[in-house]
């Protein structure tokens, strides 16, 4: 007997999983890390990216091969299955809350940086319709098209890495040197920026019933992990090389500041051209947690379409960037919550999980319901 997929019809491709998990990961934090690591470990805080990478992965192994156990379900059915209906629905609560404040911090962070670096003259809920409008297009229309615009905007912006790292040739390697001039205390302390700045596989409870080859899911988190953490690696060597210890920590984003240093003689003020580009990347951090979010709400009130829910989140976006112009001290509290949100929600929890569903499985006697 053949059993439909509850999803068969909102899958994604292997690569399309893949860019959506990375997607979702490179977004607001890579313009401050280098900053935030300089501030802990000095220059030696590329070491903690590569340690943060590999604690990453494996977090992200862990909610794959819990996941397995129930490949049709999201995180909201398997709090239910296994947790009953009021402490299921309070786990559920509490995730649809973590996207939630994850979608707020990255739409606000966005809107400030276009502020500050594009439209200083524009009005902060006219900059919130220009970037809801094609986010509750996208939205809309489920994870299929979720994994197909993350895969084109991977592929448009391929080249900013690339060019954010000309600055290399201005630098001095020196910057670098010694390694573990501090030892290695400082790198540990900083290994917890680092794998906060890799959130965004957590997705991976929502994400993961709607992909179509499922036995290539934890090959796929490790790349799409492996394309945040190079990609992190690089922006971050880069500012590291060209600005010294004492500069970068002085400086809010300094990987915005590096993009003030690339000059090109037929462009004025490139960084403007970067970061309206760069813009489509925060989207693909934005808009997935803003469709947990509204996907998880529908699935608490029963609903299989999500658009209404979705509408009304909109309305409500917009109708706070009314009444509501949150200071930069406002983004970076939005953001500290969200790490300390997000520590439990991508790290803590995932290995809680596995250990309760794998004993509840063991005294099933292995039986899958």
Same mark, same amino acid.
């Given at each position: 007997?053949?059993?439909?997929?509850?999803?068969?019809?909102?899958?994604?491709?292997?690569?399309?999983?893949?860019?959506?998990?990375?997607?979702?990961?490179?977004?607001?934090?890579?313009?401050?890390?280098?900053?935030?690591?300089?501030?802990? @470990?000095?220059?030696?805080?590329?070491?903690?990216?590569?340690?943060?990478?590999?604690?990453?992965?494996?977090?992200?192994?862990?909610?794959?091969?819990?996941?397995?156990?129930?490949?049709?379900?999201?995180?909201?059915?398997?709090?239910?299955? !296994?947790?009953?209906?009021?402490?299921?629905?309070?786990?559920?609560?509490?995730?649809?809350?973590? @996207?939630?404040?994850?979608?707020?911090?990255?739409?606000?962070? @966005?809107?400030?940086?276009?502020?500050?670096?594009?439209?200083?003259?524009?009005?902060?809920?006219?900059?919130?319709?220009?970037?809801?409008?094609?986010?509750?297009?996208?939205?809309?229309?489920?994870?299929?098209?979720?994994?197909?615009?993350?895969?084109?905007?991977?592929?448009?912006?391929?080249?900013?890495?690339?060019?954010?790292?000309?600055?290399?040739?201005?630098?001095?390697?020196?910057?670098?040197?010694?390694?573990?001039?501090?030892?290695?205390?400082?790198?540990?302390?900083?290994?917890?920026?680092?794998?906060?700045?890799?959130?965004?596989?957590?997705?991976?409870?929502?994400?993961?019933?709607?992909?179509?080859?499922?036995?290539?899911?934890?090959?796929?988190?490790?790349?799409?992990?492996?394309?945040?953490? &190079?990609?992190?690696?690089?922006?971050?060597?880069?500012?590291?090389?060209?600005?010294?210890?004492?500069?970068?920590?002085?400086?809010?984003?300094?990987?915005?500041?590096?993009?003030?240093?690339?000059?090109?003689?037929?462009?004025?003020?490139?960084?403007?051209?970067?970061?309206?580009?760069?813009?489509?990347?925060?989207?693909?951090?934005?808009?997935?947690?803003?469709?947990?979010?509204?996907?998880?709400?529908?699935?608490?009130?029963?609903?299989?379409?999500?658009?209404?829910?979705? &509408?009304?989140?909109?309305?409500?976006?917009?109708?706070?960037?009314?009444?509501?112009?949150?200071?930069?001290?406002?983004?970076?509290?939005?953001?500290?919550?969200?790490?300390? !949100?997000?520590?439990?929600?991508?790290?803590?929890?995932?290995?809680?999980?596995?250990?309760?569903?794998?004993?509840?499985?063991?005294?099933?006697?292995?039986?899958?319901?």
């Amino acid at each position: 007997m053949v059993h439909m997929k509850r999803y068969q019809f909102n899958e994604i491709t292997t690569m399309q999983y893949i860019f959506l998990i990375s997607g979702t990961q490179v977004g607001i934090g890579i313009l401050s890390l280098p900053a935030q690591l300089a501030d802990i @470990a000095n220059t030696d805080g590329w070491i903690a990216i590569v340690i943060g990478w590999v604690i990453s992965i494996i977090a992200s192994t862990i909610i794959i091969k819990t996941m397995e156990k129930h490949p049709q379900d999201t995180i909201f059915d398997l709090s239910r299955r !296994y947790f009953g209906r009021i402490l299921g629905t309070i786990i559920h609560l509490a995730f649809v809350g973590y @996207a939630l404040l994850a979608s707020v911090t990255v739409v606000f962070t @966005a809107i400030h940086i276009t502020q500050v670096w594009i439209l200083p003259n524009t009005s902060n809920y006219l900059v919130m319709v220009l970037f809801m409008l094609p986010g509750f297009l996208i939205t809309r229309n489920g994870v299929r098209v979720l994994g197909r615009y993350a895969e084109v905007v991977f592929y448009l912006t391929l080249w900013m890495p690339i060019l954010i790292a000309i600055p290399l040739q201005k630098g001095t390697v020196l910057h670098m040197l010694p390694v573990l001039k501090d030892g290695w205390t400082p790198i540990f302390q900083a290994v917890k920026t680092t794998v906060l700045s890799f959130l965004g596989f957590e997705l991976a409870f929502v994400f993961y019933p709607f992909l179509k080859e499922k036995q290539h899911a934890v090959k796929a988190m490790v790349i799409a992990n492996s394309i945040s953490g &190079f990609t992190f690696l690089l922006i971050t060597v880069t500012c590291f090389i060209f600005f010294s210890p004492d500069e970068i920590s002085s400086l809010i984003w300094p990987t915005l500041s590096l993009l003030k240093t690339i000059e090109f003689s037929f462009i004025e003020r490139f960084e403007v051209i970067f970061l309206s580009f760069y813009l489509f990347v925060m989207s693909t951090t934005g808009i997935p947690y803003i469709f947990t979010t509204v996907f998880g709400i529908s699935q608490l009130l029963g609903k299989k379409d999500h658009t209404i829910v979705l &509408f009304i989140a909109i309305c409500i976006f917009i109708c706070t960037s009314f009444l509501y112009n949150p200071s930069f001290v406002d983004i970076q509290t939005m953001g500290s919550w969200w790490e300390r !949100y997000g520590l439990w929600g991508a790290y803590i929890f995932p290995i809680i999980l596995f250990i309760y569903v794998s004993v509840a499985q063991w005294f099933q006697g292995g039986k899958k319901k």
